[in-house]
């Protein structure tokens, strides 16, 4: 079993939809989860990162964490074609610095 | 600040060639990641260094693969003898410590072993 698991896609959704974008994670000692963009030839970018049980929102973004099932999202409200691009999803355990990353999911917004 | 510098941007090189990439971190950082990323095993991490000493090289895939922090400002990934399956995009980042919340990534030098 991987460490952190997503969805691979491609996932597409309608210009002003609702994106969910879901991630699972193996080790119970992860303490801090991350969500990283990446446009197709860039390096990634920090979008969020949640620590506690719940919703995090920010702007069209909310990342939602819940420990008990190991279980991260990311919804991206009012999709835009410029969201279009692959979502990784990575987790720190608890004092370690390293991030583990998922696979990440190809999203594409269709105008 | 101008980010995480890594250089080349790309590189190509023919089997068997040593190769040397290299990374600035964003001054100040304490601490620098070496990734991989391919389409089959995704973003891997190779190696980190805390105040220019490495601390978990256990993704270092074989001992063609070196890295060296010699200073705070500057590293190295070296891959001697390099291989096809070698290729790949190898990202530097660099975080703050203590408290740092996430790693700020370079813009990566695609290799390619021919």
């Known amino acids: 079993q991987k460490e952190v698991e997503q969805n691979s896609g491609p996932l597409s959704v309608p210009e002003g939809a609702i994106a969910s974008l879901n991630c699972t994670y193996s080790?119970?000692?992860?303490?801090?989860f991350f969500w990283y963009r990446q446009y197709s030839g860039k390096s990634p970018e920090l979008i969020m990162f949640?620590?506690?049980?719940g919703d995090k929102e920010d702007g069209r973004f909310t990342a939602q964490l819940n420990k008990a099932s190991q279980y991260v999202s990311l919804l991206i409200r009012d999709s835009q074609p410029s969201d279009s691009a692959t979502y990784l999803c990575?987790?720190?355990?608890?004092?370690?610095?390293?991030?583990?990353f998922g696979s990440g999911t190809q999203l594409t917004v269709l105008p | 600040d101008a980010g995480v510098i890594q250089s080349p941007r790309h590189e190509v090189t023919e089997m068997g060639q040593e190769v040397t990439l290299r990374c600035k971190p964003i001054?100040?950082?304490?601490?620098l990641f070496w990734y991989r990323q391919t389409m089959m095993r995704g973003l891997e991490l190779l190696i980190y260094?805390?105040?220019?000493?490495?601390?978990?090289d256990s993704g270092m895939p074989e001992d063609r693969f070196s890295a060296k922090m010699p200073n705070a400002s500057f590293s190295t990934l070296k891959i001697q003898p390099s291989e096809p399956r070698d290729s790949a995009v190898y990202f530097c980042?660099?975080?703050?410590?203590?408290?740092?919340?996430?790693?700020?990534f370079g813009q990566g030098t695609r290799l390619t072993v021919v």
């Open positions: 980042a660099s975080s703050l410590n203590p408290g740092a919340t996430e790693a700020f």
């Open positions: 080790d119970r000692g992860s303490q801090s």
């Open positions: 949640i620590y506690s049980n």
């Open positions: 990575a987790v720190k355990k608890g004092s370690a610095r390293q991030l583990t």
């Open positions: 001054s100040g950082h304490d601490y």
């Open positions: 260094f805390n105040n220019n000493v490495p601390i978990d």
